[in-house]
């Protein structure tokens, strides 16, 4: 394993070589992740999406 | 008149009998036998585990709840069974022994016309050598754990803030562990609390699981439809780890934990040592160890219990290879099947199977994940197994309700730092639990039902859903309108 691969990154505990091939999100994806309005719709689209699947296996029979 | 009796007040048991009591007429007897006073919800441990909750937040005292619902509590733990009485009586009982300080240590039997067993797991940190609280790791698995743990965290935290720098080690403590979902849930709250605390330059954070990829989460992991791409939970797991900085060590047995060091073997690499100052690893799980006995004494614990200590119900446990696994091998009705008033539920039921693939190191010494069966899936399978058991007290022969973690679905919310302006969650859903190839050769999965997403909306669910469940447990009104 090369010097490069094994450096650690910005955060300082991970090797290169674990963080160089992990899909990594952008800017704009890690801002919708606490944008309040569009984490309000979220919240109301989990609930539904969520109320949806658990609902048939609560019938049981 | 007739008496049903439940085995634990976890998750599964707790639901068994606060329906069992809402749907039996008040003639029949409902009674729990619980070694702990109190109710635990157990998915906010986590938060316990890294000082934003105190213990008493995630706990509920049974004994005033049971008393307002007439369900009869009895803190005590079971030891044995008797499923076909004994030579004096022909009743089916099962043997407790109190742990009630005012009765602590007494024994005594109780007769059942169905009995629930939901005694969940035993934490089995006697299989790794040096693992556990009082030993040489730290566990979230009780309240009392988390509380500890939190403890040493926080005693970390200011060292570092003096610029000393320290090692973290969350995961898995051996190979046959389950519940890599909360140790996943651990370490990122961890790290999201080394930040706010602004101390994370100072951390060095390992996460060691037995998953053969990260976000393999014991359920062969998961697919889901992002970005133009049915991309697996490995490639979210990897980036979550990346973008917060968590080291990651796969295919993992802790063969043991000393002061400061554990020794891991993995499957591919032999060998290895991990050191840290605060370790918190989960331990493997096992039944409780009760027996079973016949009507002249005989030990009939193999006819009711599998080698590992979970009650065995209607499956075939005949060994199969991984490719012959099939959805139909999972239990439907949790029903023992040498004695039909006898079911199990939650944690407490022998699996036929893991759902992650069986790996194994060339000794044949076992690493991979042991399947889950907790939360949702666990208080559902109570629900079906408290309508069976009603209506066969009204007549019917057979078990009237299903819940196979085959034909179910399930929802969880994963926190991955707690806040709540810039706290996230992992929303997830799989349908069904146990992938089913047939009906869905791709992945196992029904992609219109199974999603996720990291977000603040998540995090605001798991508030939600800690509070609701919290009033579920106190059977308050309208508490059986809340799902499982």
């Not at chain 1, 955060?11 to 999100?25: D, F």
């Not at chain 2, 614990?301 to 005949?318: E, L, Q, R």
Request: glycine share 10%.
């Amino acid at each position: 394993m090369s010097a490069l691969l094994t450096q650690p990154n910005a955060k300082g505990s991970i090797p290169k070589s674990e963080w160089l091939y992990a899909t990594k999100p952008t800017r704009w994806t890690l801002f919708l992740r606490t944008f309040l309005p569009w984490q309000a719709w979220r919240f109301v689209w989990i609930n539904a999406k969520m109320i949806k699947i658990i609902g048939p296996g609560h019938s049981g029979r | 008149m007739s008496r049903v009796l439940v085995l634990g007040a976890g998750i599964s048991g707790h639901t068994a009998a606060a329906f069992l009591r809402k749907w039996l007429p008040e003639r029949d007897e409902v009674v729990v036998i619980s070694p702990q006073p109190e109710y635990n919800w157990i998915p906010s441990n986590i938060w316990v585990g890294v000082g934003l909750l105190r213990k008493e937040q995630v706990l509920v005292s049974l004994a005033p709840i049971y008393q307002r619902h007439q369900i009869e509590f009895k803190q005590a733990r079971a030891v044995a069974l008797f499923p076909e009485g004994d030579e004096g009586n022909p009743e089916s009982t099962v043997e407790i022994e109190w742990t009630l300080d005012a009765k602590r240590g007494q024994r005594e039997k109780i007769a059942y016309d169905f009995l629930i067993n939901a005694t969940g797991p035993k934490l089995n940190f006697d299989a790794t050598t040096g693992l556990g609280p009082g030993k040489n790791s730290l566990s979230v698995c009780t309240a009392d754990h988390a509380e500890e743990t939190s403890r040493v965290f926080l005693e970390m935290v200011e060292p570092m803030k003096r610029g000393e720098k320290k090692r973290f080690l969350v995961g898995v403590g051996h190979g046959g562990c389950t519940c890599e979902g909360a140790a996943l849930e651990y370490v990122v709250n961890l790290e999201f609390e080394l930040r706010a605390r602004k101390v994370r330059d100072k951390a060095e954070i390992t996460f060691v699981t037995n998953e053969y990829e990260l976000g393999d989460l014991g359920i062969d992991g998961v697919h889901i439809r992002r970005g133009g791409y049915v991309t697996p939970s490995k490639i979210f797991t990897e980036s979550l780890f990346a973008e917060r900085g968590i080291r990651s060590i796969t295919k993992a047995h802790v063969r043991g934990v000393e002061p400061n060091v554990a020794h891991l073997e993995t499957l591919d690499q032999g060998n290895s040592e991990a050191p840290f100052d605060m370790a918190m690893l989960l331990p493997p799980f096992t039944g409780v160890g009760l027996k079973a006995f016949g009507r002249k004494g005989d030990d009939i614990t193999g006819a009711v219990f599998a080698p590992s200590g979970f009650m065995k119900v209607d499956v075939d446990y005949a060994k199969k290879p991984y490719a012959e696994w099939k959805p139909r091998d999972w239990p439907r009705h949790y029903q023992s099947p040498a004695y039909p008033n006898l079911f199990a539920a939650g944690i407490a039921f022998a699996p036929p199977h893991p759902i992650s693939q069986l790996r194994t190191n060339a000794d044949g010494f076992m690493i991979s994940p042991a399947p889950p069966r907790t939360g949702m899936p666990s208080a559902m399978i109570g629900k079906a197994v408290a309508h069976s058991i009603v209506d066969m007290l009204g007549g019917s022969n057979v078990p009237t309700h299903a819940a196979s973690m085959a034909e179910m679905g399930a929802a969880c919310v994963a926190s991955a730092g707690a806040n709540p302006f810039t706290g996230t969650a992992a929303s997830i859903t799989v349908f069904p639990i146990v992938p089913d190839y047939e009906r869905y050769p791709e992945t196992g999965r029904d992609m219109n039902y199974t999603f996720g997403e990291i977000g603040l909306a998540g995090h605001w669910i798991k508030i939600l859903l800690h509070h609701m469940f919290l009033y579920k447990a106190r059977l308050r009104p309208g508490w059986a309108l809340i799902p499982e």
